[in-house]
């Protein structure tokens, strides 16, 4: 078979002239925001990307077409559709076979942006370990992909939704360097400090994009996440956002939420209970990734 990939011509125009390109999820505009905040959004989240001299890459299943870069006209129907499907490694493939239309998680994005040669992804934060997984065993597929595909994530950490010590366990045992941008401490989403120390610590995207291109002359399979804190004036503190994560935790259990819905559940609720900070947070927590993924796609194209 064919890949079924189907470039934009803002990314088939890139692709031939060797420009930088940065990929982008699509979940974050079908099950994170509303409309037409979730379009808008992601516009401006392109934009800055551009402004930092790369080409985004918005990815999508449509009609069974694994998109690599989105058309105006493309994103707006994307923003605006229902019963829109979330994939990831285990039904991405089912999606393009039956002609559906998807968004892709990070696990997903990840193996979409391989399959195109794009190098570095920018996303707001990963899937992980979630609270209670010793009973429920609910962990993301972002982790096992992070040790399979060798691309470079951007993301403010991973989302503090999540244990976060369990999910740098796993990390860890996988294999995938974690990498915090300019500071010694994981990031915790839409806070800039876990209280967790990084494994690693890199403070300028030369040595990221380096970082990058040792590992694959190495021969280690697998990417590298960068943790990127949220900027300063953004940040939600721990001591405000954690009592809130707790009382969402709480509701999701007394309501059996499980699977893929646990996630828009938690961030919707969260949403309400902080009067839309949490999402004021971070949509500058993914401009801030996509700024810092664009350097280093440049670097990397360097």
């Not at 953004?234 to 699977?259: G, K, M």
Request: net charge negative; with cysteine; aromatic share 4%.
């Amino acid at each position: 078979m064919t890949l079924p990939l189907h470039f934009s011509p803002e990314v088939a125009a890139a692709r031939d002239k060797g420009q930088p390109i940065v990929a982008l999820e699509s979940t974050i505009i079908t099950h994170g925001m509303p409309w037409p905040q979730n379009v808008e959004t992601a516009r401006e989240v392109e934009d800055v990307i551009r402004e930092n001299g790369a080409v985004p890459a918005t990815i999508a299943v449509l009609d069974g077409r694994l998109h690599i870069g989105l058309t105006n006209d493309e994103l707006e129907a994307l923003g605006q559709a229902q019963n829109v499907a979330k994939l990831s490694r285990a039904d991405m493939a089912v999606c393009i076979a039956t002609g559906g239309t998807g968004a892709t998680t990070v696990a997903a994005t990840m193996i979409a942006a391989h399959l195109a040669g794009i190098r570095v992804f920018a996303t707001g934060g990963i899937g992980g370990v979630h609270r209670g997984a010793e009973q429920s065993f609910d962990i993301s597929a972002d982790l096992r992909e992070l040790a399979k595909t060798p691309i470079t994530v951007v993301a403010a950490g991973a989302k503090a939704i999540l244990d976060l010590p369990k999910t740098l366990e796993v990390l860890e045992t996988l294999g995938v360097p974690v990498i915090a941008y300019g500071q010694k401490n994981f990031p915790a989403f839409w806070s800039r400090d876990s209280g967790l120390p990084a494994p690693l610590s890199l403070g300028d995207p030369e040595a990221i994009a380096k970082a990058s291109d040792v590992r694959a002359t190495l021969g280690l399979e697998g990417g590298q996440l960068v943790a990127n804190p949220i900027p300063v004036e953004a940040e939600i503190s721990a001591d405000v956002i954690n009592p809130v994560i707790e009382e969402a935790l709480a509701a999701a259990a007394a309501e059996s939420v499980a699977a893929k819905s646990v996630t828009p559940y938690l961030l919707d609720r969260i949403f309400h209970a902080t009067d839309g900070a949490s999402l004021t947070a971070n949509i500058a927590l993914v401009k801030n990734n996509a700024r810092l993924a664009a350097r280093i796609a440049g670097e990397m194209s360097a």
